[in-house]
């Protein structure tokens, strides 16, 4: 991707079941798109995905390359998943924060498989 960044994983991630393992490996591919269009690639990035029993929470951290002067682009292609999280009583949350862009969101699963 042209950019260094940190991915953390922690929780079972593996006992989704089917339909929820696409979602959030979607959701994933969906973020590090944006990381790899956007991110500046002289600064890190943090991916933090951890799994409980009821939801899986996805926080992500970076920061735009200079001259980016907008965000408004990132959120036309996360608006898909910002929609299926809080159709599904889920929690969004995005910042913008001196120069950093931060997402988190905790998506409700069915880990009964």
Known sequence: MGCVGDVIVAGGIDALNNSDTVFVADFLRELFGNIARYDDPTQRYVVLVSAAQDHVTI???????????????RHSGLAYYRERVLHAHGDWDVREKRGQWVLHASVPVDNAG
Do not use: M, N
């Open 59 to 73: 926080d992500v951290t970076d920061r735009p390359r200079q001259g980016d002067t907008t965000f408004e682009g």
